[in-house]
């Protein structure tokens, strides 16, 4: 028989955490504001077994199953299968995840300090992009309440170990489904179930426990017909930019990107006149922008002018829609160049041109 399995503080323990060891709840919640990330869903207190059920069947009541709403954590734990299946449930949602408490300031919300803990800590993994502080995630090994009643006693059954085992793998292959690494589980698995660890920022980012999915990575050179191009990747593998030449133009950047609804998408682009480039405008009339399925591709010619603002000012987006446009969402268009290998890279492309 399967027994239970827990992943929280013990009862004294829960005292001194951050006020998350209440009953669980879910709730939309925001600041007031018209933004993105200003309206969220609020998930706080122990996480019973079935914490995934109840969050799809909480998106289907508010009628938000077409948008992919922040979730905040604030959890002690709780139910380790709970935190495995709600984190299942946030990724089906396609929501990002962040460590928060959500607490009541008038008519609205505000975010304050939290934690996610134990059984919250595989939830988060549920994530496309995950943000968390330091000393806002906590791991250690899953437990059963006999042990807390009777440490020293001998309760393990061989379909006890077979059962313990089974977990093990459930743990790792989800770890890794969500895009973590599998090592968190072996670093949980070193800390009693009467500890808690405190992931800091180095951990965080080692175990891939934060995670920014449109994040671009360092440039890679590529040979492509008689010459090079130089790509860059999102961590999601979602977007790509590369960066070419050729003996008719000096300098080319593909900007490819998945998306929900490439048509939609398309139509809102062609609704913003002007973008930048490290502060050089450009303008729609001059940019190349069709689509292929959900994919969309988006082409910048480089003149002398945008060559030499690459080169020289390395503080600004690479590619966002120019500050003075009205009426446009400030997140949609806004691609951040990783500048590790950049200009080595699109040096060798521009002496090594299609």
């Known amino acids: 028989m399967l027994f239970s399995i827990n992943a929280g503080f013990s009862e004294e323990k829960k005292k001194t955490a951050l006020g998350s060891a209440g009953p669980f709840t879910i709730d939309s919640q925001g600041n007031g504001g018209n933004c993105l990330g200003c309206q969220w869903i609020a998930i706080q207190g122990i996480l019973p077994p079935n914490a995934g059920e109840l969050f799809k069947q909480f998106v289907r009541t508010q009628g938000l199953e077409e948008h992919s709403i922040q979730v905040i954590l604030h959890s002690n734990g709780g139910s380790l ?25 008038g008519y609205f919300h505000a975010l304050e300090k939290g934690q996610c803990l134990s059984a919250c800590a595989y939830a988060f993994l549920g994530g496309v992009t995950r943000f968390a502080e330091a000393g806002e995630i906590g791991i250690h090994q899953f437990y059963t309440n006999e042990f ?54 180095q951990q965080l980012t080692e175990f891939s426990v934060t995670f920014i999915a449109n994040e671009y990575q360092q440039w890679n050179l590529e040979a492509y017909g008689t010459g090079l191009i130089s790509y860059s990747r999102t961590k999601d593998r979602a977007s790509q930019m590369t960066l070419m030449c050729s ?27 002007k973008f930048s480039w490290f502060g050089q405008t450009i303008l729609l009339s001059e940019i190349s922008i069709r689509t292929s399925g959900n994919v969309i591709y988006i082409s910048v010619p480089l003149n002398e002018k945008r060559l030499e603002a690459m080169r020289t000012n390395k503080k600004q987006a690479l590619f966002i829609h120019h500050s003075d446009e009205p009426h446009v969402n400030w997140y949609i268009i806004q691609e951040e160049v990783n500048f590790e290998n950049f200009t080595k890279n699109f040096r060798l492309v521009r002496k090594n041109c299609l």
């Open 81 to 105: 299968l709970g935190g495995v299946r709600l984190g299942r449930a946030i990724r089906s949602q396609g929501s990002d995840t962040q460590v928060g408490k959500s607490v009541k300031q």
């Open 148 to 201: 807390f009643r009777n440490p020293d006693g001998k309760v393990f059954t061989p379909k006890d170990f077979s059962s313990q085992q089974a977990l093990n793998g459930l743990l790792l292959s989800y770890v890794t489904e969500m895009g973590a690494k599998p090592d968190l589980v072996i670093k949980a698995s070193s800390v009693g179930p009467d500890d808690m660890l405190l992931l800091n920022e």
């Open 247 to 273: 003996s008719f133009n000096k300098g080319t950047l593909l900007i490819t990107k998945k998306v929900d609804d490439a048509k939609e998408y398309l139509s809102f682009l062609n609704r913003i006149q």
